[in-house]
């Protein structure tokens, strides 16, 4: 069977693929610097110990890119918990996005990440 070059790039990948454990945590710390940077967003970062907080969010996040693993607790949850409006919430979320957009992973990919940080908002 011959395969054409079209063929291959439509080979589905999903996005550790893209990434690797350490492009993920390439993510998490980018993804933080941006709410970290955000006036409104940064001061409820204070008091926390952010190198725990991004070590449990790369730990949640790997399986929502198709990792292995299962995740461990909820990525929303952590933000929640940090007590963000739903506003505030979906500004997390839009970072998020921003980060994963810039890395150039599939739209698809990212919608599905944030689907699994939002459906914890609860």
């Not at 589905?12 to 941006?34: S, Y």
């Not at 907080?53 to 995740?71: C, I, M």
């Amino acid at each position: 069977m011959v395969m054409r070059t079209t063929e291959l790039v439509a080979c589905t990948r999903n996005a550790i693929d893209w990434l690797g454990p350490a492009g993920v945590r390439g993510v998490v710390h980018r993804w933080m610097r941006l709410v970290a940077a955000d006036a409104e967003l940064a001061p409820y970062l204070l008091g926390i110990d952010r190198r725990r907080l991004a070590t449990h969010l790369a730990a949640q996040l790997t399986p929502a890119l198709g990792g292995p693993g299962r995740t461990i607790g909820s990525v929303g949850g952590v933000w929640r918990r940090l007590g963000l409006t739903t506003e505030q919430h979906w500004r997390v979320l839009d970072y998020l996005a921003a980060v994963l957009w810039r890395l150039d992973l599939p739209t698809d990919a990212i919608i599905g990440v944030q689907r699994v940080v939002r459906a914890e908002r609860g």
